[in-house]
């Protein structure tokens, strides 16, 4: 007789490990697949996590599946999904070693970045080139920052720029003459003592990973201990085998209260679900997803008298 788990939960970054606790707690038998990269695999360490702050990213997925293997009702398995079929209380996932059948799934895959195209940046990514003041400004306060613009981020320039002058005084717009800036933007930087330059980039010039300067194709170098970056992002393949919508920016659309995506039974939390990403935000959401979750398929199983 095929087994049917309560709960699959795809990706085991904070957002997975987080839902599979509150679900492992709730008594629910969880299936936890986690065989993708991390994404914040060149981070030394995690902050704005409480009680966890400078934990390094692998210390934390450790202590993490410790606690969970005091849940016999959690199991951990090293698999990617292949394929996702059937529909809400009756999912059939194929694994590369055969196939599960789950009530429900939950989506915690992360998102995948496209690398710069600049030479130094695989090197200093994660290091010092970096996408979150929240998660590594403390350790570069009171340093030259950069932002690197690309076009599409205009409508979130000016507010991302400004709130790094509260960890420097010493910012500066690299447009790498890719971005054309409105009077406005400029108006706005200027007021705020951030620098612009248009020139184009010609290389990253770091030393073990920490950055030091942006050099232009003229020549010309501005000192640069940190660069903030957003590159274009994109989801998982196991999301489009998911077959749920996604937003014009392309998160994966959920219900604010539920966290259900477009496909009934399937649901999302964590950095694939919102531009707001970081560690805490993403356990934060999957303990979200675990709790409606867990509502949901315990009135089920009450109905049909399992309970």
């Not at 030394?44 to 009680?51: D, E, I, L, P």
């Not at 055969?98 to 200093?124: F, H, I, N, Q, S």
């Not at 003229?218 to 919508?245: I, K, M, N, W, Y």
């Not at 964590?270 to 531009?275: E, K, M, P």
Request: proline share 6%; aromatic share 4%; hydrophobic share 45%.
């Amino acid at each position: 007789m095929t087994t049917t788990h309560d709960v699959l939960i795809i990706g085991g970054g904070p957002a997975g490990l987080s839902a599979a606790l509150a679900l492992g707690r709730a008594r629910k038998d969880v299936v936890l697949c986690d065989a993708g990269p991390r994404r914040n695999a060149a981070a030394s360490a995690m902050h704005n996590f409480v009680t966890r702050d400078g934990t390094p990213p692998q210390a934390f997925r450790e202590l993490a599946r410790e606690q969970l293997a005091a849940y016999p009702n959690v199991s951990l398995r090293e698999a990617s999904v292949q394929a996702i079929s059937g529909g809400r209380g009756d999912f059939t996932v194929t694994l590369k070693e055969g196939t599960l059948k789950v009530r429900r799934v939950v989506l915690c895959t992360g998102m995948l970045d496209e690398p710069l195209a600049l030479e130094g940046a695989r090197e200093a990514w994660g290091h010092s080139i970096i996408q979150c003041p929240y998660c590594h400004g403390w350790e570069l306060k009171d340093r030259p920052w950069g932002y690197l613009a690309r076009p599409g981020v205009e409508g979130h320039l000016v507010p991302f720029v400004l709130q790094l002058r509260g960890w420097t005084r010493e910012v500066t717009v690299f447009t790498n003459d890719t971005v054309e800036l409105g009077p406005d933007v400029r108006r706005a930087l200027e007021s705020a003592a951030v620098r612009v330059v248009t020139a184009p980039i010609a290389r990253l010039r770091q030393r073990d990973g920490q950055l030091e300067q942006v050099e232009l194709r003229d020549g010309a170098t501005v000192p640069c201990a940190a660069l903030f970056a957003h590159p274009p992002q994109r989801q998982v393949e196991v999301v489009a085998l998911a077959g749920v919508a996604l937003d014009d920016d392309g998160f994966v659309r959920v219900d604010p209260m539920t966290r259900e995506t477009s496909v009934p039974g399937i649901y999302a939390a964590g950095d694939l679900t919102t531009r707001m990403q970081g560690a805490v935000l993403a356990a934060a959401a999957g303990m979200h997803a675990a709790a409606m979750l867990n509502v949901e398929l315990t009135l089920e199983h009450v109905a049909r008298g399992a309970l």
